[in-house]
């Protein structure tokens, strides 16, 4: 009995462990890349992309093929017939054969050959000069692998910058939640001190009616923000790819304000360290190979090769053995190549011009990101400012409201002035946790 109470304990011991889940937001960012559905699809596009690379490679090896035949007829497919004759009989004498005197009856007679066949080939071809499309081609799907790479790696930046603005979004709602109960109970004891001076006929009852509606609009609120904790939660456990708990407990809840200047990185040589700037200049490369493989089409094709052959045919069996070599010139297709390979130089020229336009858009993208990294900063001086005003304005209304001299009106302002205050500093901090990490991403120094 002792042990399956101490079995039950464990259980239930357990069961709270798993119930109950603590997340830091390293540990945020692990589950991002180890679970997100996103990052997923990008390791099985890399995947896909190796598979093609391996399946150009093979292209520089000798094609070899076999094949069998086996052949059967219920009839001969030769056919022909010796029609009847009277034959000469020889005695032993040549002459008699120049005017034989004795012949022998010979009747009709039907043959048939060849009521069956097998055939067995084997042969290789080796390819010596194919235009350089099978070097071209192999580059390209070499270079299909690095974009597809970097194309993950940019796909986890992002996850990994979303994951953060998750994270805080939610520290930023629980924060509100805190100040709300904070507010909440600041309204209470106003409540309690309305009560006992509208008895004791000192206040008015629409004060006192003031005070019970902001209490109903402070319960209002809390709906709202516990709502939105939960879509916030479901959100960041979505994204990062572990089940929705109730009881998940943010850890990191601390927000670190670091100045501007110490993140800032000259446009100019941040562009070249996005993976979008490396992607681009990849597409003029794919564009150059592409150019190569068309090319390719219209030079000389040369190859070499062996054949052997197995023959079993008319009761006999014989093999054969034979070496060739091919040349292949497309000499009409020179005029429309002539075209088609200015089609790609059009094409190279467009990848280019589209270069120097994305990295233009991707300066101003950096130089847009630190300056809502700057003006995010300012907000977080304002606030904080803000926040020690209204807490002294509060103070101050809340001396002169026990003393009789502010109204309860006065005193409601107060407070609810200092609750959006304090809303507006946690809301400024958070945002620029986030703004941060764009920033970071947007110079090309994301770590995760």
């Known amino acids: 009995m002792k042990r399956y109470i101490v079995l039950l304990l464990l259980m239930c011991s357990y069961a709270g462990v798993v119930s109950a889940q603590t997340l830091t937001l390293d540990s945020s960012i692990h589950y991002a890349i180890e679970r997100n559905k996103r990052i997923k699809e990008g390791h099985l596009k890399l995947h896909e992309s190796e598979q093609v690379q391996k399946n150009a490679f093979t292209n520089f090896f000798p094609k070899i093929s076999a094949q069998a035949v086996a052949i059967r007829s219920n009839t001969y497919l ?19 054969l120049q005017n034989p005197t004795q012949f022998a009856y010979l009747p009709a007679t039907g043959i048939g050959v060849l009521d069956y066949a097998n055939a067995g080939m084997v042969a290789a071809i080796q390819p010596i000069y194919a235009g350089g499309r099978i070097r071209s081609g192999y580059q390209l799907a070499s270079l299909g692998t690095e974009v597809s790479e970097q194309q993950l790696n940019l796909t986890t930046q992002e996850v990994v910058a ?17 100040t709300l109960a904070s507010y909440d109970a600041l309204l209470q004891s106003l409540l309690n001190d309305t009560q006992v001076a509208y008895d004791a006929g000192l206040a008015q009852k629409s004060d006192l009616l003031k005070v019970q509606l902001r209490l109903n609009e402070i319960r209002a609120n809390k709906l709202k923000l516990e709502n939105g904790l939960t879509l916030a939660t479901m959100a960041l456990c979505q994204h990062i790819g572990i089940e929705y708990s109730e009881s998940i407990t943010l850890t990191d809840t601390t927000f670190t304000t670091v100045a501007p200047t110490m993140l800032h990185a000259p446009p100019d040589s941040a562009v070249v360290q996005r993976d979008e700037y490396a992607l681009l200049n990849k597409a003029i490369k794919a564009e150059l190979l592409q150019k190569q493989l068309v090319r390719g089409e219209y030079l000389p094709q040369l190859a070499v090769g062996a054949q052997g052959l197995y023959l079993d045919m008319l009761d006999q069996q014989n093999t054969y053995g034979l070496a060739f070599a091919t040349l292949s010139i497309p000499i009409t297709d020179w005029w429309g190549g002539a075209h088609k390979l200015r089609e790609h130089d059009m094409k190279i020229a467009i990848a280019r011009n589209n270069l120097e336009e994305k990295s233009e858009l991707l300066r101003l993208q950096i130089e847009k990101a630190y300056n809502e990294l700057i003006e995010n900063h300012e907000q977080i001086q304002v606030a904080a ?40 500093l946690v809301d400024a901090k958070s945002m620029y946790q986030i703004r941060q990490v764009s920033y970071r991403k947007a110079i090309g120094q994301l770590e995760y």
């Open 78 to 96: 030769i056919k022909g017939e010796i029609p009847e004759t009277n034959l000469p009989v020889y005695n032993g004498n040549p002459e008699t």
């Open 162 to 178: 979303k994951t953060e603005e998750y994270y805080w979004t939610l520290v930023s709602l629980e924060a509100k939640r805190k």
């Open 385 to 424: 400012s803000s926040v020690e005003q209204t807490q002294e304005h509060l103070k101050v209304v809340r001396d002169n409201f026990q003393a009789g001299i502010m109204s309860t009106s006065d005193m409601l302002e107060a407070q609810a002035m200092h609750q959006e205050a304090r809303d507006a």
